[in-house]
């Protein structure tokens, strides 16, 4: 009597289980599929919908009847006036993307070296004690918000960095590069670091074993192994100082300059839109409102170009261990 | 020194590094001379006693296998030889290891020159991810004054010496990760002669390979204990019986014993050693 009742009773569970499992399965499987492709296409949406807006927007900018502006001339003119009241208007992007790439320059001379030799020191030299230390700094770093970075570039950069050693203009290229670098140090750091602490410690014994010291191991071995991965977090790095506006509209000035010279205010791609976005004498359809489509386009396509190399190498030098 | 003139003479590539590096070589005429004297050794990982007072002679010019079951120590004092265990924070030892007159545990020891002398290859082949012709030449350039041609000649011998030359004198130039793993073996050990050691430390140098490329790596050991002393540490008992002279049985961070491989095999003296090489345990 007991014994058959606990078999119905194990026939009964089984059966029970089994369906029940079946078709939940399907259920969650259908739904945690459909979520997943939503997600991607929204993505995937998102991104061609902003390109799309970006480029039929800037056509606006080169149909303008009155100036009938050409592309090549907005790309190789020296002179950008759109915005200013007076003088005949000039549409060259050459100052904003000189502007662009000088405070892109020197945030990049700032960060990349100091962010690798952080990251060398995280992964190759630091003890675990010290690294628990250093890498939540680093990303206190990291959360400080850009316009924190900009405020500092005006009131401490410029002025007690700058100014004591050059004829430096309140607003100028260097005090925003520098900030840049600065916002940019934690991400070349943390990247690159990624990148050593992924060389396997085989290759590491191996060039102990033959008689290389620390530096030698680091230098001719883990860093060159990891040179893919290093590569990678620059041009993220880059791309990000390209893309940075906050920082730069605040401590660079809104005059578009076309020189070297980092003592001087400069005006960025990014620093040109939130300029012109915010002025009141916006009107749609205007050329100033086109020319802001038509900046961002090229902001656009030197960021997706940076991104693009940096998917190449990571494709062709990337070493794969097993 | 000149590395053209060792490198010419084949037979005798170490004369010039065995003469600056070692004179005591010449000293000790009592056969067979010994490499590697331990005494009274004893390694520690923080509080673990890892290996006990371990006496052990390793003669040169040949082959002295360790085995043993796994965490007996055998890596362990393999890696205290050329003190791979600096990179161990916790690693500390006691007791005296002597390379002909070179005290290998004293803090001053040159650990640069010293793993020059006492080449390692390791478990996996651990090529670096760059041109083999780079891989070879990655300690001449380390420890070296030479010019190109004679390093190009260094690492061809060093090549032919570990028996990969022909399958690769026609891809120096490519990455070595492209080789495969018995190529990749050999190629490390090419690249751990050709800084000219005297003695080479092999931890498990087969146990990532083939059954094909094990027996070609064997072969190139026997071949290479006419020049160099090789120490190896091995799980697979047929080839320590294959390929070494002498064989140190390890058991719980001991010797237990040591002695002619083909005595270790055939007639142990003690009962750990007989069972563990009829395969009772291990």
Redesign the interface.
Same mark, same amino acid.
């Given at each position: 009597m007991a014994g058959k009742s606990e078999r119905d009773f194990e026939q009964a569970l089984l059966r029970n289980y089994d369906l029940k499992s079946s078709a939940m399965g399907k259920v969650s499987e259908a739904l945690v599929m459909t979520l997943l492709v939503g997600c991607g296409v929204f993505s995937l949406a998102i991104t061609v919908g902003i390109i799309v807006l970006l480029f039929s927007q800037s056509i606006g900018f080169f149909n303008n009847a009155e100036l009938a502006i050409d592309p090549w001339t907005f790309l190789s003119d020296n002179r950008w006036s759109i915005g200013q009241t007076q003088g005949t208007p000039r549409y060259g992007i050459l100052p904003l993307v000189s502007g662009t790439f000088r405070i892109t320059g020197i945030a990049m001379l700032i960060s990349l070296p100091i962010g690798l030799i952080c990251a060398i020191y995280l992964s190759e030299y630091a003890?675990p004690r010290v690294r628990s230390v250093l890498k939540p700094t680093l990303e206190i770093l990291a959360g400080i918000p850009t316009v924190v970075l900009g405020f500092f570039a005006i009131k401490f950069i410029t002025p007690y960095l700058l100014q004591p050693v050059g004829e430096f203009k309140t607003f100028n290229a260097a005090s925003a590069g520098i900030a840049v670098g600065i916002l940019c140090l934690p991400l070349v750091t943390s990247l690159a670091e990624d990148a050593l602490r992924s060389v396997?410690n085989?290759?590491?014994?191996?060039?102990?074993?033959?008689?290389?010291?620390r530096l030698?191991v680091t230098l001719? !071995?883990v860093v060159?192994?990891a040179l893919s991965g290093i590569i990678s977090a620059f041009l993220l790095a880059l791309s990000r100082a390209i893309g940075e506006t906050m920082v730069v509209a605040l401590a660079a000035g809104s005059t578009p300059t076309f020189t070297m010279d980092p003592r001087q205010p400069s005006q960025t791609m990014t620093g040109f839109i939130v300029e012109t976005f915010q002025s009141e004498s916006l009107e749609p359809d205007s050329i100033g409102y086109y020319s802001m489509y038509a900046v961002a386009a090229v902001l656009f396509v030197f960021t997706f170009t940076i991104t693009l190399i940096g998917q190449l190498i990571r494709m062709r030098y990337q070493? !794969?261990y097993n | 020194m000149s590395w053209s003139q060792s490198v010419s003479d084949v037979n005798q590539p170490n004369r010039n590094v065995a003469q600056t590096a070692t004179p005591s070589n010449q000293k000790l005429e009592t056969p067979p001379e010994v490499a590697i004297a331990l005494n009274s050794f004893n390694a520690f990982y923080g509080e673990f006693q890892a290996i006990y007072d371990v006496n052990l002679n390793l003669p040169a010019k040949q082959v002295t296998a360790f085995i043993g079951p796994s965490g007996c120590g055998k890596s362990t004092l393999l890696k205290w030889i050329?003190r $791979?265990n600096d990179?161990v924070?916790s690693a500390h030892a006691t007791g005296v290891i002597k390379v002909g007159d070179l005290q290998i545990l004293d803090r001053q020891t040159d650990?640069?020159?010293?793993?020059?002398r006492i080449? $390692?290859v390791?478990q996996?082949p651990?090529?670096?991810?760059?041109s083999i012709f780079d891989n070879v030449a990655?300690?001449p350039r380390?420890?070296f004054q030479i010019a190109k041609q004679d390093l190009a000649d260094l690492v061809e011998w060093s090549l032919r010496k570990a028996a990969v030359w022909d399958e690769v004198k026609d891809r120096l130039n490519k990455s070595a990760?492209g080789l495969s793993g018995g190529q990749q073996q050999r190629l490390?050990i090419a690249?751990?002669i050709a800084?000219g050691p005297e003695i080479l430390l092999m931890d498990e140098p087969c146990s990532a390979l083939d059954p094909g490329s094990t027996s070609r790596v064997e072969d190139l050991i026997y071949e290479l204990r006419e020049q160099y002393t090789i120490v190896m540490v091995t799980h697979n008992m047929q080839q320590a019986s294959r390929c070494s002279d002498r064989t140190a049985f390890f058991f719980k961070g001991e010797v237990i014993e040591e002695g002619q491989t083909k005595q270790i095999f055939t007639n142990p003296q003690q009962q750990k050693t007989e069972d563990y090489v009829t395969g009772k345990f291990g």
């Open positions: 003890s396997p085989a290759l590491r014994e191996g060039a102990y074993g033959l008689g290389a010291t030698e001719k !071995v060159p192994a070493e !794969v | 050329n $791979m990179i924070p650990v640069v020159d010293l793993r020059r080449g $390692m390791f996996k651990n090529p670096f991810p760059k990655f300690g380390l420890h990760l490390c690249r751990a800084s």
